[in-house]
């Protein structure tokens, strides 16, 4: 069984992460990416719609396969870890749902199912599911529907997507929509009864994410 004394911490694969990311772009656009990450860390200090003790609003999405998947019917066979993010175009999405999928037989142990959601299309659910090797349900939010009901949702920066254009990532392919809104990066853990025992987002700024120990130490309480 995976356990958390056994993964790196999602800060640890953070360094890595970052050493790559500089050998792999001129530092002029890592900088861009940076100064957005900074810029909506100072933007988005209230980021979480619901809180501890609060129920959360039931919802049904499509699956990386098409299927539709309902919350209400996952919490009857126990907890569920609700993770919002952004694409899989994003490297600390990728990251954080990695890091994720390295506790996910202790996670399951403690009774819980891990859930991702995004406002991306079932397709390229399917992209970052199968390139990390995801174990649990990724989720379409097609115009982050059920997002606005939990955290923050934002149009992403002008700054950003043009560079990724010119990166040569069509940002806007990853999505039904033209609307460019992304979800602010946020956990619940969701009792069997609806009541929520976990909720954080780690900040505005989306290079940090919240760590699977913390989800795990929750869950065992």
């Not at 360094?15 to 861009?32: D, F, T």
């Not at 995004?118 to 995801?134: A, H, Y």
């Not at 039904?176 to 809104?181: I, K, L, P, T």
């Not at 900040?203 to 989800?215: F, H, K, L, P, Q």
Request: proline share 4%; net charge negative; with cysteine.
């Amino acid at each position: 069984m995976s356990t958390t004394s056994q993964t790196n911490t999602y800060q640890d694969n953070l360094k890595g992460l970052r050493e790559n990311l500089g050998k792999m772009l001129p530092e002029n656009v890592l900088r861009v990416f940076d100064n957005d990450a900074e810029a909506l860390h100072t933007q988005h200090q209230s980021i979480l719609k619901l809180k501890i003790g609060e129920k959360a609003p039931d919802f049904s999405l499509s699956n990386a396969t098409n299927e539709t998947v309902k919350l209400s019917n996952l919490l009857q066979k126990g907890k569920v870890v609700l993770a919002f993010y952004r694409g899989t175009w994003c490297p600390y999405c990728n990251l954080q749902l990695a890091h994720y999928q390295n506790t996910i037989e202790e996670i399951q142990a403690l009774g819980a199912q891990l859930v991702a959601i995004s406002p991306q299309t079932p397709d390229e659910s399917l992209s970052i599911k199968e390139k990390n090797k995801l174990k649990f349900e990724v989720l379409s939010d097609n115009g982050n529907i059920v997002a606005r009901n939990y955290t923050t949702v934002f149009k992403n920066n002008d700054a950003p997507v043009k560079t990724m254009t010119e990166l040569g990532l069509d940002f806007d392919g990853h999505y039904s929509d033209d609307s460019r809104e992304l979800p602010v990066p946020a956990v619940y853990i969701i009792e069997k009864d609806g009541t929520i025992t976990f909720a954080k987002a780690a900040g505005g700024d989306y290079r940090i994410r919240v760590e699977a120990s913390e989800i795990i130490d929750s869950l065992k309480k």
